[in-house]
């Protein structure tokens, strides 16, 4: 991944207000002495360094943020519908019960993505590092996992229905069935 040049959340502006300041309500709402819930729907946040921000049940939906460093972020509940995480580093994030229908991870790095109860329906992972996540009772109806690395991954209890797995590297995943799969699915 290219994280030279990443943008600051000072440096950068939605709806008027800087998302710093955004994100410092966002983490006062989620302790619950006052603040507000983060609204960053429709945002740039392209090339942004979010490393282990807390965005725990914020609103993301059709967000920008391709090519960002969201290592060990707290997404978890967050609405991330639509969102381009194309390029993303996402290692070791919680997704927990976030809302990513239609979003678009394509090469994302997401080796060890907590995707538990996740609403992943129709999301696009085309060459996708997916190496040990966790989608354990993850809605994938329709994904599109082309050319994606799943080893290892936790696929059990999931909902697969119309999923796409072509040439999806399934190494060692635990498919629902509970047995680990051992081939490349072409």
Do not use: C, Y
Not at 35 to 57: E, F, K, Q
Not at 173 to 184: N, S
């Amino acid at each position: 991944m290219w994280f030279w040049g990443l943008r600051k959340p000072s440096a950068v502006r939605h709806n008027g207000r800087r998302v710093s300041e955004i994100l410092q309500e966002h983490a006062q709402w989620t302790r619950g002495v006052g603040g507000a819930r983060a609204d960053l729907s429709r945002a740039d946040l392209s090339r942004m360094d979010l490393r282990g921000v807390n965005l725990h049940g914020a609103n993301l939906a059709g967000a920008r943020l391709e090519g960002s460093d969201l290592r060990r972020a707290k997404l978890g509940a967050a609405d991330l519908r639509g969102a381009n995480l194309r390029r993303a580093d996402l290692r070791n994030t919680d997704l927990t019960e976030a809302n990513l229908s239609g979003a678009d991870l394509t090469q994302a790095q997401a080796s060890g993505v907590e995707f538990f109860r996740t609403d992943l329906t129709g999301a696009v992972f085309h060459r996708a590092s997916l190496r040990a996540a966790n989608f354990r009772n993850a809605k994938l109806a329709g994904a599109d996992f082309l050319g994606a690395d799943l080893t290892t991954a936790i696929l059990r209890e999931a909902d697969l229905q119309g999923a796409k797995l072509d040439a999806a590297n399934l190494t060692d995943a635990l498919l629902p069935g509970g047995a680990p799969h051992h081939a490349r699915v072409s």
